[in-house]
């Protein structure tokens, strides 16, 4: 298996466009999380689907950010529109209930809004 | 309000030595905490865990250490080698009435420094 798949891996965009990033669970999985990581606040969760349902979205700083699980194989996570303080480090996992927990964390996409 | 810290957010031993990394919680219905580990420009991967009913849990060099009453955990890593430099998370979670994933938490990490 290859792992969960982000994409891009890099994205730098200015104050105010759309970004989307993607992610692409490990086959099987039913869970999936979106991260993000910053110097300030560390790994903070964002929202979390099970069986491509939202269960907890309340880590969202706010509107602006949306996320989508059309089907078990595919995710994305919105910002629109995006501003300076969104730049970071965004994580996608997946795991599935019998593993205890153990997520596989994608290799992240680095955000850079200027 | 953070529920998992980890209050040093460096820590530098020599190889062959032991590396001990800390982690406190606030939220007693945690039940379950992981250690990942990561590199930069990769995604955390999942080290060592341990559930609420054990006090300890070895695999290797790694150990990880759990204090229920005082909310506390460490990882010990002995003996240390460069290639464990890296920074460390830890996370905890509680698993719900169905037996079903829960969200972790995790902590803002320790960069691991192990010199040569």
């Known amino acids: 298996d290859a792992g969960v798949i982000q994409s891009p891996r890099h994205e730098v965009t200015e104050m105010g466009q759309e970004v989307t990033l993607r992610c692409k669970p490990i086959s099987g999985h039913n869970s999936l999380f979106w991260y993000r990581q910053t110097m300030m606040r560390g790994l903070e969760l964002l929202i979390y689907f099970n069986n491509n349902v939202p269960i907890d979205d309340s880590g969202m700083p706010e509107d602006r950010f949306s996320a989508k699980m059309p089907n078990a194989s595919f995710s994305t996570l919105k910002i629109q529109p995006s501003e300076p303080r969104d730049s970071a480090v965004y994580f996608c996992?997946?795991?599935?209930?019998?593993?205890?927990?153990?997520?596989?964390f994608g290799s992240g996409t680095r955000l850079t809004v200027v | 309000d953070q529920q998992v810290k980890q209050n040093s957010p460096s820590l530098s031993v020599q190889e062959g030595r032991i590396s001990i990394l800390n982690c406190d919680y606030t939220n007693s219905m945690f039940d379950y905490f992981l250690w990942y580990k990561k590199y930069p420009a990769e995604g955390p991967t999942f080290l060592i865990s341990i559930s609420s009913i054990k006090d300890k849990n070895e695999d290797g060099r790694f150990t990880v250490f759990l204090n229920k009453s005082a909310k506390h955990l460490s990882l010990h890593i002995v003996p240390s080698q460069p290639g464990d430099s890296a920074v460390y998370f830890c996370a905890a979670s509680r698993t719900n009435s169905g037996g079903s994933n829960y969200k972790l938490t995790f902590g803002k990490g320790t960069l691991l420094t192990v010199n040569p």
């Open positions: 996992a997946s795991s599935f209930r019998a593993a205890r927990m153990s997520y596989t």
